[in-house]
Structure formats: structure tokens, C-alpha cells
């Protein structure tokens, strides 16, 4: 008998470590597959490595920087996806400043994986000059 509940707690152990190593490997959605067929995941919650960038009138996620002739500074590359929302303060606490822009602004950026409610088909933010929406339920730094 104590043979038996030895194997039994040995195999339920075994199934929790596996169980606990498949939650934390949630799977990302590629950003550019995500905007490639927006309308498949419209409305649907996604988790999405991006960069994000902010700065006193935005708040985007793109899938890369780029500089503008002539500056060292960094943009987001279009296609842009508004972010709407607040970042845990975990995060904002980690991004990357940059001080030096045309504008006196400071910007912020970093690698960010970004969970939220995909919205395509109007327009979103600023001006609104965005197709696409991603309201955050929850982010993670990732550099």
C-alpha cells in the first residue's frame, strides 16, 4: 500500500512540473502574421513580443526602430498598432529613456511581450491615425 501512494504522489508531482512548464510557456503571436490577417483575431485577446515606444503623445508597439535622416534617434517602423492602456509600473519602471529628441520630449522604448484585446477595423489613437488596437491586460519586459 505505501508503495502504491509513494507512485501515485511520484506521477502527480511529475504532472505538476509538467503542467507548471507548459503555463509559462505561453505562446506569442508573430506581430507581422498578427497584422498580415488582422481580421482573424479581431476582438480576440493576443500575446504579442513587440518594441514599444511612448512619448507624450503616443503609445505603440512596432516590430522594429528606425532613425530618421540625419538623427540618432530611435522611431517606431511602420506598421504601428496603437497600444491602449496602462503598462504595469514593473515595466514602465524598465524602459529604455531617450533624452536627446527634436522635441525635448523624453521617449521611452524597450522589448515588451504585450497580452490584450486586438481591435481592427476603425481607427485608433492619436489623431487617429492607427488601424489597429491592442487594449493591454498585462505586459512583460523582455529587454
Not at 32 to 43: H, I, M, S
Not at 65 to 88: C, H, K, M, R, Y
Not at 97 to 118: C, L, M, N, W
Request: hydrophobic share 35%; net charge neutral.
Amino acid at each position: 500500500m505505501h508503495k502504491k501512494i509513494t507512485s501515485i504522489l511520484s506521477i502527480l508531482a511529475a504532472a505538476a512540473l509538467v503542467a507548471a512548464f507548459f503555463s509559462g510557456c505561453g505562446s506569442s503571436t508573430d506581430f507581422y502574421a498578427l497584422l498580415k490577417t488582422p481580421a482573424d483575431y479581431n476582438g480576440k485577446v493576443v500575446t504579442v513580443d513587440a518594441f514599444y515606444f511612448e512619448n507624450s503623445n503616443i503609445s505603440v508597439l512596432a516590430g522594429g526602430f528606425t532613425n530618421p535622416p540625419g538623427s540618432n534617434d530611435l522611431v517606431p517602423a511602420p506598421p504601428n498598432i496603437w497600444l491602449s492602456g496602462t503598462l504595469p509600473q514593473s515595466v514602465q519602471s524598465q524602459l529604455h529613456p531617450q533624452t536627446a529628441t527634436p522635441s525635448g520630449d523624453i521617449e521611452h522604448y524597450a522589448k515588451i511581450r504585450v497580452t490584450g484585446t486586438f481591435q481592427y477595423g476603425g481607427t485608433y489613437g492619436y489623431s487617429n491615425g492607427y488601424s489597429y488596437q491592442i487594449v493591454v491586460s498585462g505586459a512583460t519586459y523582455v529587454s
